[in-house]
């Protein structure tokens, strides 16, 4: 598998388990972009009192919020609850622990939206906080679920007091030593403007993108009306300004319409790919990854062109198809986008804004490089998986179909699968034929998004 990472990409998948509800797999929901609006900074005043604040978790106790909905963790991450306190053992940038603001529908962040989302934790600042925008119907057994994010990248909002502080007076001990220092207090300050969600439609907050091992304990998440004044005591601490991201998007737009984004496969497969789609008469979007299109042995980048005189869409899979977020550096993460890019330009001529992530895998810093280097750029995970990654190889190949009917019937519309397997592109024929017995008009995802650049519908 290592030495062919170039050539599959497997799915990740966030879960949660919510009281009395069945869900199936699923990342992301609509996304409402809103204009940033002039930020009103409020700093609290020594003669004033504070505006009433929202206490979403104190962590009192080890299934519910102080709202009184569910907060816990997916992805398998190891964590330790005490009262007052929940400890996190990140080990994969995947892995996410959650508080909610409402079980089986959407809450209204409006009354709030001038204030801060304020978090007093200790540990590693390498993670991203994520506010949670719920589906269109609010229904966690609609697809998708749960619903899109909007990401921020904790460290650049990070708040420490309490510098040069001792645990008691500063004073020494009558055995002449000096007591020693206080940790310093760590917070966040984030605007809730600088999450562009639909702010009527939000369903939890999110801690995840950990791309360190060092553990996080969480001790108290709120909103809050107003920040400490800069000053010694912070390191005059200010909010950073928001950071351009990446839209990421989990189904398609226009009325109707439904999309299949096929990520990099096996080149043996190809042209049975190609002459199904041909059969079919439907155009897709296919997801290339710049390693395996400079590896002369695979010809896939003669498959690419092929494709694209058809008709095809042909956008960005990174450059060697690693968990991005999880990369240790951000010049890391440029080199997977922009080594792609420049292969997509050199190798077929075209240059794309939309870009699948490796494994479905996003975090803030990857939406900011991605925003950085990908002007208008769209990051496209999906509502509907085949499952062939889990699938593929068992004994009940046929699992493929059930997972992507239920996607269909759960309401989703923009589609991952991968040809690296025969089984999974013998049921391509069958894929089509249900969404088109569905009502459902199959376009490439960039027309799919009414994107103005894309090619008229024939």
């Known amino acids: 598998m290592k030495d062919h990472l170039f050539l599959s990409s497997c799915a990740v998948f966030l879960v949660l388990f919510l009281p009395e509800t069945s869900l199936a797999h699923g990342h992301y929901s609509d996304q409402h972009w809103y204009q940033p609006r002039e930020q009103h900074i409020l700093y609290a005043a020594e003669d004033t009192e504070p505006l009433t604040s929202l ?28 009262p007052g306190s929940v400890r996190l053992f990140p080990t994969d940038t995947d892995q996410n622990f959650h508080t909610q603001f409402e079980t089986n529908g959407c ?26 925008e719920h589906n269109v119907d609010c229904n966690p057994r609609r697809a998708p679920f749960p619903g899109v994010p909007d990401s921020v990248q904790a460290s ?14 500063g004073g020494d001990h009558e055995d002449g030593d000096q007591s020693p220092a206080a940790p310093p207090k760590t917070e966040l300050f984030i605007p809730l403007s600088h999450f562009r969600i639909n702010h ?21 998440v709120e909103i809050v009306s107003n920040i400490p004044p800069p000053n010694v005591e ?55 990854v710049g390693a395996g299109l400079r590896d002369t042995t695979t010809n896939l980048t003669q498959f690419y062109r092929e494709m694209l005189k058809k008709g095809h869409q042909v956008a960005l899979h990174s450059n060697t198809h690693p968990k991005m977020e999880a990369l240790p550096t951000v010049d890391e993460i440029d080199d997977e986008i922009i080594p792609a890019q420049r292969t997509l330009k050199e190798r077929l001529g075209i240059e794309s804004s939309y ?4 494994f479905g895998t996003v975090g803030a810093r990857m939406r900011q490089q991605i925003a950085k280097y990908i002007p208008n750029a769209y990051i496209v995970n999906w509502s509907v998986d085949v499952e062939d990654w889990l699938w593929a190889n068992s004994p ?3 699992k493929q179909l059930e997972a992507f009917y239920r996607g269909v019937a759960r309401g989703g519309n923009l589609a991952v699968m991968h040809f690296l397997n025969p089984t999974t592109v013998g049921y391509l024929p069958q894929f089509i034929r249900h969404v088109k017995d569905a009502g459902f008009k199959i376009m490439r995802v960039d027309q799919c998004m009414e994107d103005p650049n894309s090619p008229p519908l024939s």
């Open 355 to 358: 870009f699948r992530p490796p």
């Open 234 to 288: 912070n390191d005059y601490f200010r909010v950073p300004e928001k950071l351009p991201t990446g839209e990421l998007i989990l189904r398609c737009s226009r009325p109707n319409s439904f999309a299949f984004g096929i990520d990099d496969g096996s080149p043996r497969f190809a042209q049975e790919v190609m002459r199904i789609l041909d059969e079919e008469n439907v155009h897709v979007t296919f997801f290339a």
């Open 55 to 82: 206490v979403i978790d104190t962590f009192q106790n080890p299934t519910h919020n102080d709202l009184g909905f569910w907060h816990g963790a997916g992805e398998n991450l190891n964590m330790h609850y005490e």
């Open 156 to 169: 650049r909002y990070v708040m420490r007091s309490g510098y040069g502080r001792s645990d008691h007076d």
């Open 200 to 220: 009527n439609r939000v369903m939890s907050v999110s801690f995840t993108g950990f791309y360190t091992n060092e553990p996080i304990t969480l001790h108290r």
């Open 107 to 132: 809450f209204s962040l409006l009354p709030w939206q001038h204030q801060f989302l304020h978090v007093e934790f200790v540990g590693t600042d390498q993670f991203t906080v994520s506010l949670n």
């Open 396 to 398: 009940t190949p046929e």
